[in-house]
């Protein structure tokens, strides 16, 4: 009985020390979702939900959306884990300057890093004079205003996402495993298939997730380096409740969107149960 | 082919390594027959692990020959050398079963998978470990790490079995009981094993020879008996055992210590120095008639009592302190202060011939 008591009595305890932090999320992020669903209610119920379904533009746009956002994330992790092997393999002053070059992009403001994307791209910019200096073309070709400019861009800003998890699960492996494996007759390939992608697979998919459902929801780099042509559902959004003034339609968009980021994280969460399945804490022997 | 009779199973020539400054092995010369168990003992920093690092191909020797029953071995790679080696933390695969562990190694010579599991399985019984090969390595102790470790490491029949202190992180009584777990599969298979500990007990119950490392280089290599009774240098016969030192100048009787002690001796030396192992001075109440050559008066300084054995400091008349370790009894235990005898048989004391680098001096 006295038992039981202590232990509700110290649950409340915790409820009352985190009360502060769940008001702050559900005045501040909880309230307003609540309040945009009941916005893409109003005039014709769920009709709004029935018209962006079967809209092809729109359905088009969500697919776009995916589509980049898997380039995107697919890119950065062939980028990234090759670079967290070799980071991992670095001095600890390499380290240092290697998680500093890393980060800069982080520190800097998107924006900075997109107006910097569009000055590389652009007509006049040093790619262009290069690709004509070196005789690859003969005109300055269009860089920036395409889905290249935009996928570029988004490569460069996710990559610290996909790059830390990744470079986090790799310099927990004991490095004994990996002579181990050696010694034992392992191949540089089996090695890799064997030891080191199932024992970061989880950091992998740590990454994947953030760089997935991060590029799902960006504007800034479609909308500047996109020239227009790149259509994303973060810019129908902006452009049904900037423009139209529809702000039904975009709530209704916003909850679409946010359905899909809700699947892609259960889908890497299945992902990451199926391929860590019985071990106890993979990564830290 | 060679003749496998007749050529070692490790052969060893002027092996060097050092990192940057530091010359962890120095001209190192080494030849371990086929089924011997070889123990390479040594403070820490001596260059146990880099010997053995390098034996099993994990590092390349600056200079000198490796040879692996007769086969030029010195640049080739590590899984081009057919060894198993079982490292200091287990390094079992977290990520797979124990069962898949022991397979590793045959699936990566290209066996069926049916076979490897038969193989893996009666590999494990060997450890007596056959109904764990579901687990995965941290639902298993320690110990039961360690002999995973082990059947991976001879499940594909190596040439070498190479062990990097084992049995460190284990206590003292599981320690014991995986020695002579080990001792039986290198028996059994016989396999020739080179077995790395800091562990001076361990070195003389496990091994056929004893390979005494220090700062990179082998000062002695010899049977247990040899190294502890007839150590070539007083930092072997420190390293093993305890140990009486005991200098002076050498007279026709004997060697005579500054406190004027008289050491007579079975065999004649000249290098100022014996050695006299604790468990070989008698230590007696009255002087005993007509026993030892040897024969002092002293004051027990100290008594320290370790279960089986009691080790007294004894204060010998005229100055020098001797380490006397006798058979517990307690009906006869002295007392701090008491006067005692103790005596010396000439063939215990022991020249102890002085290192190279002292006698250059
Ligand atoms: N990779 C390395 N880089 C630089 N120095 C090293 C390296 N490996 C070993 N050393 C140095 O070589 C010497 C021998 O090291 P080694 O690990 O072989 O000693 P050990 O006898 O195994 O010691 P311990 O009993 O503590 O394990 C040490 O001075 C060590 O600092
Ligand atoms: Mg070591």
Redesign the interface.
């Known amino acids: 009985m006295n038992l039981r008591l202590q232990a509700i009595k110290a649950q409340a305890g915790a409820l009352a020390l985190v009360s502060p932090a769940l008001a702050l999320l559900g005045l501040l992020f909880f309230y307003p979702i609540v309040l945009l669903f009941f916005t893409t209610l109003e005039g014709d119920n769920i009709g709004n939900y029935a018209k962006v379904v079967s809209s092809g533009t729109s359905m088009q746009v969500f697919f776009n959306t995916l589509r980049i956002a898997v380039i995107v994330t697919v890119v950065d992790l062939l980028l990234a884990y090759p670079l967290a092997v070799y980071i991992s393999g670095l001095s600890p002053t390499g380290k240092a300057i290697a998680f500093f070059l890393v980060l800069i992009p982080l520190w800097t403001s998107q924006l900075v890093r997109t107006y910097a994307w569009m000055v590389l791209l652009g007509r006049q910019g040093p790619i262009n004079n290069i690709l004509v200096w070196l005789g690859v073309i003969d005109a300055p070709i269009r860089l920036a205003n395409s889905e290249f400019a935009v996928v570029a861009g988004m490569t460069h800003i996710m990559l610290p996402y996909m790059l830390l998890p990744i470079y986090n699960s790799i310099s927990k492996i ?1 490095h ?2 990996f ?9 540089a390939l ?1 090695t890799f298939t ?2 080191l992608v ?2 970061s697979i989880q950091g992998v998919l740590a990454g994947v997730s953030l760089v997935l459902v991060l590029s799902l929801g960006v504007f800034i780099m479609p909308a500047l380096l996109g020239g227009g042509r790149v259509p994303v559902i973060a810019l129908l959004i902006e452009q049904q409740a900037g423009s139209f003034l529809n702000w039904a339609m975009a709530g209704t968009l916003s909850a679409v969107l946010m359905v899909i980021v809700m699947i892609t994280f259960l889908v890497i969460k299945f992902l990451t149960r199926m391929f ?1 399945r ?6 830290s ?1 | 082919m060679p003749d496998l009779r007749n050529t070692s199973a490790l052969k060893l020539e002027n092996i060097r390594k050092s990192f940057g400054r530091v010359d962890a092995l120095s001209s190192i010369n080494l030849e371990v027959s086929a089924g011997e168990f070889l123990t390479i003992l040594g403070p820490s920093g001596s260059g146990k692990t880099t010997l053995l ?1 390098l034996i ?3 590092v390349m020797p600056d200079s000198g020959k490796l040879a692996i029953f007769g086969h030029d071995m010195t640049m080739a ?3 081009k ?1 057919q ?3 079982v ?1 200091q ?1 287990y ?5 797979l ?1 124990v069962l898949e562990n022991v397979m ?2 045959l699936e ?2 290209k066996h069926s998978r049916r076979e490897a599991a038969e193989k893996a399985s009666s590999a494990l019984a060997a450890v007596r470990l056959e109904s764990f090969g579901d687990r ?4 298993l102790s320690g110990g039961q790490q360690q002999r995973v470790a082990l059947a ?1 490491a001879v499940v ?1 029949e190596p040439k070498l079995l190479l062990l990097d202190e084992p049995f460190s992180a284990l206590d003292r009584r599981l320690r014991e009981s995986m020695q002579r777990e080990v001792k039986q599969l290198q028996a059994s298979l016989n396999l020739t094993t080179i077995f790395i500990t800091h562990d001076q007990e361990e070195a003389l119950v496990m091994s056929d020879r004893i390979a005494i490392i220090d700062r990179g280089t082998i000062q002695q290599l010899g049977s247990p008996n040899e190294i502890y009774y007839h150590p070539q240098s007083i930092t072997v016969a420190q390293f093993i055992g305890e140990s009486n030192i005991l200098e002076g100048t050498e007279t026709p009787e004997g060697l005579r210590t500054a406190s004027g002690m008289l050491l007579r001796r079975a065999s004649p030396s000249n290098s100022g120095r014996i050695l006299v192992r604790p468990e070989a001075i008698r230590i007696t109440r009255e002087p005993a008639a007509g026993a030892a050559a040897n024969q002092f008066k002293g004051k027990i300084a100290s008594r320290t009592f370790v279960g089986g054995f009691t080790i007294y400091q004894v204060n010998v008349q005229g100055g020098d302190t001797l380490t006397v370790r006798c058979l517990a009894d307690e009906e006869t235990m002295f007392e701090a202060s008491q006067e005692v005898n103790l005596s010396i048989r000439e063939a215990d004391c022991r020249p102890l011939p002085r290192d190279a680098k002292e006698a250059r001096v």
């Open positions: 004991d004994s495993l002579d181990a494996a050696k010694g034992l007759g392992a191949g089996s064997r030891v199932p024992l860590v019985g071990r106890i804490d993979v990564a022997t | 690092r099993a191909g994990f790679s590590a899984g050398r060894i198993g080696m490292f933390h390094a079992l695969f977290p990520h079963t590793f190694p990566m010579r995965y390595p941290k639902q991976r594909f």
